[in-house]
């Protein structure tokens, strides 16, 4: 049972990490918009800088309203630590930036949010690192695409937009077999429906500009290490001597001995948010914090929400199709079922019959729905995928991640339920008569 000495979920969004301010008794955390900090000696700058002291020194590195975020979201999942980023975008690169270098090797789901393909598909394999993609079910083929090269396996917790539910325990149990850690993608359940390091994923991270943030007005990112994954052990192979070998950029310091837990964060921050400087504004950080603490009774209502859509849809005769894991039709249903009982989320896609006019037709007459890119809004929004977010990939990559010309990707949001379906009811019926007229 929860209490004092091992709180809630529900606590820890609204304490862990924060305590009233020191100076000022402020129970509100504090932003500080300060790009560095005063030493008290030149003993104590040193210190600071040879990692001998906790503290901080320049807000590219460490921040005080940036610490408190990355203490709430590494405790809501489980985490030793966390390193909030300037976007999900930058946690993923600095995830596998502090990884691996040119030569070395990413198996990923196909199922993959657009700009994460697009980042391990092209821009990655310009500096070296290969990425082979695997259906998220197909569990042989995750474990064929091993190579020796290979650093890290990459996917989802619920595929964009076709929601196929990445089967944690088993991925990561062909990861560690293979002496690689499993970096998850935890953006569109949020810590609250899954907490993927409890089922064996070793890194997780969001874009927290989705459903941590919740509103829509903020860009940020963070990555949440579980700490154990053992960067030294028998069957690494000494595949990461980023982490276990002295590094010349940083005095010669060996990260895994530095910390034998903390070895990832440790040196991503170090290196990466040095090197890269992809660091979160204390001010984006703060406004993250507002949304986190509302996070668990936003997640409830988006999935009260999302079943009655999703129930309205799946019996729509001009809807072929309903991708979410609710639904028995689903290939992830019985997956669903037992790593997200709260809820699979409240992104997902449906397919309308008739073409892409009809679509056009469908999006342009919505009003309650935003068009625009964008999911894990407290407000409802609606894109084509094929046409925005997915529209660098093949069609044969749409087709692997589920996606075609007539999808239709919804982001459920916190309006009342009976004014969204009106409002899909509308467009539904001003698609169909798009299609009469085309056939007149």
């Not at 993608?185 to 899954?194: N, V």
Request: hydrophobic content about 40%; charged content about 20%; aromatic content about 8%.
């Amino acid at each position: 049972m929860p209490g004092y000495s091992d709180p809630g979920f529900d606590t820890l969004a609204l304490h862990a990490g924060a305590a009233p301010d020191p100076a000022t008794g402020a129970r509100a955390v504090p932003i500080h918009l300060t790009t560095s900090f005063v030493f008290e000696s030149s003993d104590h700058a040193a210190a600071l800088f040879n990692l001998e002291r906790p503290g901080h020194v320049y807000s590219r590195i460490s921040n005080p309203t940036n610490a408190v975020l990355e203490q709430r979201v590494a405790a809501l999942e489980g985490g030793i630590g966390s390193i909030a980023t300037a976007s999900g975008q930058a946690a993923l690169h600095l995830s596998v930036a502090t990884l691996m270098g040119a030569g070395s090797h990413i198996v990923a789901s196909t199922a993959l949010y657009g700009g994460s393909q697009n980042l391990l598909h092209y821009t990655m394999r310009r500096f070296g690192i290969d990425t082979t993609f695997v259906k998220p079910g197909d569990i042989d083929g995750w474990r064929a695409a091993i190579r020796p090269t290979t650093k890290l396996l990459f996917g989802e917790t619920v595929g964009n937009p076709g929601l196929d539910v990445l089967d944690i325990p088993t991925v990561s149990a062909i990861a560690h077999e293979a002496g690689v850690p499993l970096l998850v993608d935890s953006t569109l359940t949020s810590p609250y429906l899954m907490k993927p390091l409890e089922l064996g994923a070793d890194l997780v991270y969001h874009s927290a500009t989705k459903f941590l943030s919740g509103h829509g007005t903020v860009i940020g990112g963070i990555v949440v290490d579980g700490g154990s994954f053992d960067w030294e052990g028998p069957r690494t192979q000494g595949r990461f001597a980023e982490l276990t070998a002295p590094y010349d950029g940083f005095h010669n310091m060996v990260f895994s001995e530095e910390s034998t837990v903390g070895a990832f964060l440790l040196r991503a921050r170090r290196e990466g948010l040095r090197d890269f400087g992809a660091c979160l504004s204390p001010h984006s950080a703060w406004l993250i914090l507002q949304g986190i603490e509302t996070l668990p009774l936003r997640m409830e209502r988006h999935m009260r929400n999302t079943a009655k859509v999703v129930e309205f849809l799946a019996s729509h005769p001009f809807v072929s199709r309903v991708g979410h894991p609710m639904l028995e039709s689903h290939t992830s249903y019985a997956l669903a079922q037992k790593l997200l009982p709260k809820g699979a989320g409240s992104v997902f896609s449906f397919d309308m019959k008739g073409n892409r006019e009809q679509g056009k037709a469908f999006i342009e007459t919505l009003k309650v729905f935003s068009h625009l890119a964008n999911v894990g809004d407290c407000r409802s929004l609606v894109i084509h995928p094929a046409s925005t977010t997915h529209f660098r990939m093949s069609d044969e990559a749409l087709v692997a991640g589920g996606i075609t010309q007539g999808t239709i990707r919804l982001s459920i949001g916190l309006e009342d339920a009976d004014d969204l379906i009106d409002d899909l009811k509308r467009a539904l019926k001003a698609a169909e008569k798009t299609t009469a007229k085309a056939g007149a």
